[in-house]
């Protein structure tokens, strides 16, 4: 397979047998581009049967991937439910961290520095540890305290930061000669994990579903289903695009507002795992939304709520940013953006055991938020 390193924003083309997070030129995000693609599946199970459109060796793994995809009636007679959050530390951050953390052990790296809300950290601490790579997270004080917890038990070196925007600028201005940025929000490396998401989906189903309804922070989630999407589409192995409906959160909801125009909110006090307020990717998360003709809402905390509590009694044990799917599924049943024969697949993101606190408070003493 031929890959290379292009940047959407200037042009800027470089070999892949170095380590990028931007481009060096402009500064903009950079992209992995694979110039012979053709779909052949491997014998491996899991994230790596689709090494034939994974431009990385496949040198670390621990089981991702083919995560179960459940028809859930209770919702619609169409619709499923993809239990990303069975991956192997509990988040389709797992998906991303296969292949970045391959890439990086493929380039001997020794030393590997990320910022993360939480899970995102969680799952590079577990993949560089497997690899025998340093970790250095960089996390917002206010983390859960069951993320910081794992970050550490996995052997992450954990540094709080005071909020998520500061631990991204903290982990970027922290690196030393000998370590390597792996921050997944501008990584390259980890939307080619991601985007087996798609294969997956279009491998369980036999075809890709018209809509998916997916939460959308940084867009490394977003990203990876369209481009994977784009591939299969390109390779004529499917017909056309699911709709990508983005849902966002009070207080970060930057896609939709450059679709729909200022949200004035308080910022959320549940959904932790959705607070990137600048994503370095926001002209291709745009781009993603429109062409596949879907849309970006925001949905409330009182909402998220309401939708965990209901997960809860349909046996999900998701976190409250993974709820935030049905919450938006509900809005766009009812302005008829999706349509009861439509074939939906809401992505279940994240597990909900690391939220002792926050069950006990909302949803078993019910106290309002
Ligand atoms: C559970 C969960 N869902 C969704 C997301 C959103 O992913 P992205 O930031 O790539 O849009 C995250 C990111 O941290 C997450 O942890
Ligand atoms: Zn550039």
Redesign the pocket.
């Known amino acids: 397979m031929r890959a290379y390193y292009k940047c959407a924003r200037c042009g800027y083309t470089a070999d892949t047998n170095v380590w990028l997070w931007r481009c060096p030129r402009c500064g903009g995000p950079i992209d992995v581009i694979i110039e012979d693609l053709r779909l052949t599946l491997s014998e491996q199970r899991g994230l790596w049967r689709f090494a034939g459109v994974i431009p990385a060796k496949p040198l670390v793994s621990l089981g991702e991937g083919f995560t179960p995809l459940v028809k859930a009636r209770f919702l619609g007679e169409n619709t499923y439910l993809k239990l990303e959050y069975l991956n192997p530390t509990g988040?389709?951050?797992d998906r991303g961290s296969a292949v970045a953390v391959s890439k990086t052990a493929e380039l001997n790296a020794k030393a590997v520095v990320e910022d993360?809300?939480?899970?995102?950290g969680i799952s590079i601490a577990a993949y560089a540890s497997v690899a025998g790579i340093r970790a250095r997270i960089y996390v917002p004080r206010d983390a859960p305290e069951g993320k910081k917890s794992l970050i550490k038990a996995l052997g992450a070196e954990l540094i709080e930061a005071p909020s998520r925007a500061d631990a991204s600028k903290m982990a970027i201005g922290s690196i030393g000669s000998d370590e390597v940025y792996i921050g997944?929000?501008w990584n390259p490396w980890f939307i080619q994990g991601t985007k087996t998401l798609a294969y997956e989906l279009v491998n369980q189903l036999g075809h890709a579903p018209t809509s998916i309804v997916l939460?959308?922070?940084?867009?490394?989630?977003?990203l990876g289903l369209f481009i994977g999407f784009n591939e299969l589409m390109n390779m004529g192995l499917i017909n056309e695009l699911p709709r990508l409906f983005a849902v966002q959160v009070q207080g970060f909801a930057k896609l939709y507002e450059e679709l729909h125009g200022e949200y004035r909110s308080e910022p959320t006090r549940i959904a932790d795992?959705?607070r990137?307020s600048e994503p370095p990717r926001i002209s291709q998360m745009i781009n993603a939304v429109k062409s596949s003709n879907g849309d970006a809402i925001v949905v409330t905390d009182d909402e998220i709520v309401r939708a965990w509590k209901y997960m809860f009694r349909s046996g999900f044990i998701i976190?409250p940013?993974?709820a935030t799917v049905l919450s938006g599924y509900w809005r766009l049943m009812g302005n008829n953006k999706i349509n009861r024969n439509d074939e939906v697949v809401l992505i279940l993101?994240?597990n909900g055991l690391k939220y002792v606190d926050l069950i006990n408070k909302y949803v078993i003493a019910e106290s309002n938020i």
């Open positions: 988040s389709f951050k993360s809300s939480g899970n995102a997944h929000t939460p959308v922070s940084a867009g490394t989630l977003l795992a959705l990137v976190e940013s993974s993101t994240g």
